[in-house]
């Protein structure tokens, strides 16, 4: 997975200078607790609630106020939101 | 990731059904299986009047959402638990939702119309919150049903809260429970007709309906509730359908298809003793009071000390003794 890109902005007359990597990152809401969390790097929906060992069946993820499939990929610009979907109770 | 009905692009993955959902023919599944529902066990007649129970969370407002959009009759009662800031907030979802549809909302107050609220009833009568909040709810979800001459209550029971207590019930093998876990039971000695439309879709369904019709609604969860036994069989099940999807449905929709009728005669046994609560006229089953449960709850806690909601913020380890001794309780009982 892409965790990294490089920054495209060289001028071509100029002598190259050492490559500078930026940094990804993707900040994320997360509820019950409301908490934020950023994650560096691009990442598709199923390798996010992976990585914060949360379970497919029991959250959604919404992306800019829109619900987005497993196979979504989130951007650096985009709004998360991880919303839990289990509620107790009798 | 593409919707199995129009090649669109998809909004919403659905493992179970082995297929990706656009926002439209996602919604066309979801109205689907809850006229399959409703029509499967007959829940509803076109011309019943319908009370809906609503708490202002997902799973009360999108079955209140899906039976207008399908075309029924149907008005909603919310009832004030007393909970804190949760039930303030929740009454604000639920009455936001009704005023914005132009529909009636029936609102009860456990503190202001009986004299007590949630977390000293636990205090009061050493139940744990959840039960003492079941018992009133129901109570009241009977009463208003019975006093404003609705046919048919509705509660937003999901396949995910079915499969969770069917699982709770196998596992202390509680015939009498498992008699009774039935999306449909009927009207009988002053109780109302009461039925689940939405047996056949999971709570992420729900969530996912709610955000894609802009039904704002609380997502806090309940302060009271947090690792109550209901919840754990709901995150054990989740895992088992992560790695075999399909098998809350097949385990709760088997169960009715398969072992229901075996328990049939077991039912009908519990039904036999009920007689009117002798201060409410409520049924009541109680083989050694002339009150119901709900008036001797009431009794108890309205002459109890009020307790406040950060009481029951307890430490993991007390919140598994009393399940434990929960747990043991229902099955000695």
Redesign the interface.
């Known amino acids: 997975m892409d965790h990294r890109r490089e920054d495209q902005d060289a001028d071509p007359g100029v002598a190259p200078q050492p490559t500078r990597e930026v940094v990804v990152s993707v900040k994320v809401v997360l509820?019950?607790p409301h908490r934020e969390v950023t994650i560096d790097g691009r990442r598709r929906v199923h390798a996010l609630l992976a990585e914060l060992q949360l379970?497919?069946?029991?959250?959604?993820v919404?992306r800019n106020g829109?619900?987005?499939?497993?196979?979504?990929e989130l951007d650096v610009d985009d709004v998360i939101e991880i919303?839990?979907?289990?509620?107790?109770?009798? | 990731m593409k919707c199995r009905t129009c090649r669109g692009p998809a909004i919403i993955d659905l493992p179970r059904h082995n297929a990706n959902f656009c926002a439209e023919h996602f919604m066309q599944l979801c109205r689907r299986q809850t006229s399959k529902a409703i029509d499967d066990f007959d829940m509803i007649a076109r011309d019943d009047r319908v009370l809906v129970a609503v708490s202002g969370g997902k799973d009360s407002l999108a079955v209140w959402d899906l039976l207008i959009d399908l075309g029924f009759d149907a008005d909603g009662l919310y009832i004030g638990l007393g909970i804190g800031e949760y039930s303030e907030t929740s009454r604000r979802y639920a009455e936001d939702f009704a005023s914005a549809r132009g529909l009636h909302l029936h609102v009860v107050s456990l503190p202001q119309e009986h004299g007590f609220d949630i977390p000293t009833a636990a205090k009061a009568t050493g139940r744990v919150p959840c039960s003492a909040c079941g018992m009133s709810k129901r109570h009241i979800f009977d009463q208003v049903a019975r006093d404003e001459g609705y046919d048919v209550l509705v509660t937003g029971h999901n396949l995910d809260d079915e499969a969770a207590v069917l699982y709770g019930n196998v596992l202390r093998w509680d015939t009498d429970y498992l008699a009774r876990q039935l999306p449909v039971l009927p009207a009988r000695n002053g109780f109302p007709k009461k039925v689940k439309p939405l047996i056949r879709l999971t709570e992420r369904e729900m969530a996912a309906w709610c955000i894609i019709r802009g039904i704002d609604y609380i997502v806090e969860e309940c302060p009271l509730a947090a690792g109550n036994r209901h919840l754990n069989y709901k995150d054990a099940l989740n895992a088992m359908e992560e790695k075999s999807p399909g098998s809350k449905a097949s385990f709760y929709l088997g169960f009715l298809e398969r072992m229901a009728p075996l328990l049939e005669s077991t039912a009908r046994a519990g039904t036999e003793t009920l007689r009117p609560c002798s201060r409410c006229g409520a049924p009541t089953g109680s083989a050694t009071d002339d009150s119901c449960a709900f008036c001797r709850l009431t009794e108890r806690s309205s002459a109890h000390a009020p307790v406040a909601v950060e009481a029951f913020l307890k430490k993991p380890r007390q919140r598994r003794r009393e399940q434990a001794a929960e747990s043991a309780e229902q099955a000695s009982s």
Request: proline letters at 8%; a positive charge.
């Open positions: 509820r019950n379970s497919r069946e029991s959250h959604l919404i829109t619900l987005v499939p497993g196979d979504a919303r839990p979907v289990i509620s107790g109770g009798s």
